[in-house]
């Protein structure tokens, strides 16, 4: 049978025949080095991630130190307790003190209700969420308040723990995230700078 094959193809199929062993070789040695450039990809892809974990891990350590003596009642103490438009009930109160004074009713009413309860700051708490290291409260405004651009930064300031235009915030603030935040601006007789603020807050307490 091999003498019915031409010389030429006769050699043209021991040569590819012997090239056989040599392109499994070349095949195998090629399959080894795409294993090992994944498993390099791998190992950077773990390393990286171990990378990343350390330094999260490092970061809530941090914030946690950091807020490890927060006062439970900041809320209380530093906003609940914050007067606002306090230049507007200063006019009123000298009106009010005026011995020629009419007893204007809409004076009276407008000075009672900045200097009462029902433009100070309440919230209300949600459910309290545990974790592990920390839980968390929703803090919830029961209505909006009137204030100016001066009574926005004391809040801010004492919401964010930084001082802003001289307002500084108290201490021990526990971890305060503002979830919701409304300014309106609001018309007003004397053309004073006069907005309608809503919030919503996150406490979060380390444990």
Same mark, same amino acid.
Request: net charge neutral; glycine share 4%.
């Given at each position: 049978?091999?003498k019915?094959?031409?010389?030429?193809?006769?050699?043209?199929?021991?040569?590819?025949?012997?090239?056989?062993?040599?392109i499994?070789?070349?095949?195998?040695?090629?399959?080894?080095?795409?294993?090992?450039a994944?498993?390099?990809?791998?190992?950077?892809?773990?390393?990286?991630?171990?990378?990343?974990?350390?330094?999260?891990?490092?970061?809530?350590?941090?914030?946690? +130190?950091?807020?490890?003596? %927060?006062?439970?009642?900041? *809320?209380? /103490?530093? &906003? !609940?307790?914050l =007067?606002?438009?306090?230049?507007?009930?200063?006019?009123?109160?000298?009106?009010? +003190?005026?011995?020629?004074? %009419?007893?204007?009713?809409? *004076?009276? /009413?407008? &000075? !009672?209700?900045? =200097?009462?309860?029902?433009?100070?700051?309440?919230?209300?708490?949600?459910?309290?969420?545990?974790?592990?290291?920390?839980?968390?409260?929703?803090?919830?405004?029961?209505?909006?308040?009137?204030?100016?651009?001066?009574?926005?930064?004391?809040?801010?300031?004492?919401?964010?723990?930084?001082?802003?235009?001289?307002?500084?915030?108290?201490?021990?603030?526990?971890?305060?995230?503002?979830?919701?935040?409304?300014?309106?601006k609001?018309?007003?007789?004397?053309?004073?700078?006069?907005?309608?603020?809503?919030?919503?807050?996150?406490?979060?307490?380390?444990?």
């Amino acid at each position: 049978m091999l003498k019915n094959i031409p010389r030429t193809r006769l050699l043209l199929y021991l040569m590819v025949i012997g090239l056989l062993p040599l392109i499994f070789v070349l095949a195998g040695i090629y399959g080894k080095k795409q294993e090992l450039a994944q498993l390099d990809e791998s190992i950077q892809h773990v390393q990286q991630m171990a990378l990343t974990f350390k330094k999260r891990q490092a970061q809530n350590i941090a914030v946690r +130190n950091h807020f490890r003596d %927060a006062d439970h009642f900041y *809320i209380d /103490k530093y &906003l !609940e307790t914050l =007067t606002f438009l306090e230049p507007e009930i200063e006019a009123l109160q000298k009106i009010v +003190n005026n011995k020629n004074f %009419a007893g204007d009713p809409v *004076i009276k /009413k407008r &000075l !009672e209700q900045l =200097t009462g309860e029902t433009n100070s700051l309440s919230f209300t708490e949600g459910a309290v969420q545990s974790y592990p290291h920390y839980q968390e409260t929703t803090e919830t405004l029961v209505r909006p308040v009137e204030v100016n651009i001066e009574d926005v930064q004391k809040v801010l300031s004492r919401v964010e723990g930084k001082e802003i235009d001289g307002n500084r915030p108290g201490p021990n603030r526990p971890q305060l995230l503002v979830l919701d935040f409304k300014l309106d601006k609001k018309r007003h007789a004397d053309n004073n700078e006069v907005y309608v603020m809503n919030m919503k807050l996150l406490k979060r307490e380390y444990l």
